[in-house]
């Protein structure tokens, strides 16, 4: 009798055990769908590089083009946070090309549909910038917008073929501690893009006679 009971007290923690993996295997499972189900329509694009100089100012435009699931997200409630990065590189045609200067620029969107609110929010160094709209078709196309960013004086470059390389990233909000703990492998980005823009000239500076 005694032997019956100690096999039973001792079955209790496996029991437990195989509960708490069961347990961990239908979250990863879940965030695993999550994560990887697939996107309607087409995938996220950068679709516009401008760069102009003016005056001796090195100004860039880009544009995001977003797919149908970050405008449904947005349109459900969902917010979004999106990392721009905005980096010049000068071109070499034997070594490899080089890294000049850059810019990063955070883009939070705020979606309530209940409270009728949309709020995005604008990062730029120590500078941020919030706007409110009146619904997500004004908010999304501010929000994928880098309109005429002064990058750097062309006067500090030295002359040569220069590039700009634009990438976005769309960060998944924080998950739970304990799932954070679980899945700290699974990736904290919907997506990740970048593109270069074409080739163009910084020409020598002329002194002043």
């Given at each position: ?15 437990i ?41 090195l ?31 000068r ?15 955070v ?56 590039y ?13 501690p ?17 593109k ?13 006679r």
């Open positions: 009798m005694k032997t019956t009971q100690e096999a039973r007290l001792n079955s209790i923690p496996n029991f055990r195989a509960l708490a993996r069961l347990a961990v295997l239908l979250v990863l499972t879940v965030i695993f769908f999550l994560l990887r189900a697939p996107e309607s329509g087409l995938a996220s694009d950068i679709t516009t590089i401008g760069v102009r100089q003016t005056n001796n100012e100004f860039v435009t880009a544009a995001l083009q977003p797919d149908q699931k970050l405008i449904d997200d947005l349109a459900s409630g969902l917010s979004k946070d999106l990392v721009f990065y905005i980096d010049l590189f071109h070499w045609k034997v070594w490899p090309d080089e890294f000049v200067l850059g810019m990063k620029i883009r939070v969107l705020q979606s309530d549909p209940i409270k009728r609110e949309y709020i995005g929010s604008s990062t730029e160094g120590n500078i941020r910038t919030i706007k409110r709209f009146k619904d997500p078709d004004s908010m999304i196309p501010w929000g994928m917008n880098i309109p005429d960013l002064k990058l750097t004086n062309v006067k500090a470059l030295e002359p040569g073929d220069y700009i390389k634009v990438s976005v990233e769309s960060i998944l909000r924080k998950l739970p304990v799932i954070d703990t679980v899945v700290f492998w699974v990736s904290t980005k919907e997506f990740s893009i970048s270069d823009s074409p080739l163009f000239r910084i020409p020598a500076v002329q002194e002043a």
